[in-house]
């Protein structure tokens, strides 16, 4: 699960939008060092961009059940997705792996186990993030050049093995963190993100978890409403590329 500590939480709405401006600069406060990575583009949080592209990406799967059901609604409204695929769960289902990349969506790292990295020694970490990259290499025949922390775990010595590993770092904007996997109705999960979407967002949702086929029913509701606003959804690399020079 993509849970925050409650502690960090509170600390991360100490954030604040610009009034007035379309990207807001904001401050998650999960780290110290949080906005320095974020504004050097080593944590990426959005991107920025005047036109209506997000991207949508999918934790803690693939999950079958569930997965499946969201390729299919991608597939339905024609949009593009990254999923941040545990290691173990894409060893047992490596079907929805291959179905996510003849789909034209993204895979990226998240992790092997999912375990706590605040607990892990750096080879431990190393560990886990490079089996899963060789995992998903085998299955898709891609190396992911992205990787998501396992419940948004941040420390210097991790941005220093990201760099090594040559994985980009793949955080999430907070504005529409639904928080899908605590057990919210599909209905809620899609107003959330509907009232809260802005351009070059990054919407975190969990395609893993016991709140998945809620999920999967919001990405179909969401992406109807959006579609509709004129959004058009991108994997998390292809926004990455709309990035507008300053
Ligand atoms: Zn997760």
């Known amino acids: 699960m993509g849970k925050w500590k409650k502690t960090a939480a509170g600390f991360m709405f100490s954030g604040f939008l610009f009034v007035g401006m379309f990207i807001g600069f904001y401050n998650y406060a999960l780290h110290e060092n949080m906005d320095y990575w974020v504004k050097n583009k080593i944590v990426i949080t959005r991107v920025n961009t005047s036109e209506k592209v997000a991207a949508l990406t999918l934790d803690d799967g693939p999950d079958p059940g569930v997965t499946d059901k969201i390729l299919k609604y991608l597939k339905k409204h024609n949009a593009r997705a990254t999923f941040f695929v545990m290691g173990n769960k894409a060893e047992a289902h490596p079907q929805l792996l291959q179905q996510m990349v003849e789909g ?61 590993e040559k994985v980009k770092i793949a955080y999430w904007s907070w504005e529409t963190d639904s928080k899908d996997w ?15 979407i802005a351009p ?12 998945g086929l809620a999920t999967a029913q919001a990405v179909d509701l969401l992406l109807t409403d959006l579609t509709k606003q004129g959004y058009r959804f991108v994997t998390m690399s292809e926004l990455m590329k709309l990035e507008k020079k300053e």
């Not at 605040?118 to 993030?129: G, L, V, Y």
């Not at 085998?138 to 998501?148: V, Y």
């Not at 809620?188 to 009232?195: E, F, L, M, R, W």
Request: hydrophobic share 25%; with cysteine; net charge positive.
């Open 200 to 211: 070059g967002q990054i919407i975190i949702l969990h395609d893993g978890g016991s709140n």
């Open 104 to 164: 034209g969506h993204e895979v990226g790292n998240h992790s092997y186990s999912h375990k706590a990295f605040n607990n892990m020694s750096t080879d431990a970490i190393r560990h886990e993030i490079r089996q899963t990259n060789n995992i998903i290499h085998k299955i898709t025949g891609q190396k992911p050049i992205l990787f998501r922390p396992p419940g948004g775990y941040l420390s210097y010595e991790l941005v220093k093995i990201c760099d090594q």
């Open 182 to 196: 605590k057990g919210s109705s599909s209905r809620s999960i899609t107003d959330h993100i509907v009232k809260h």
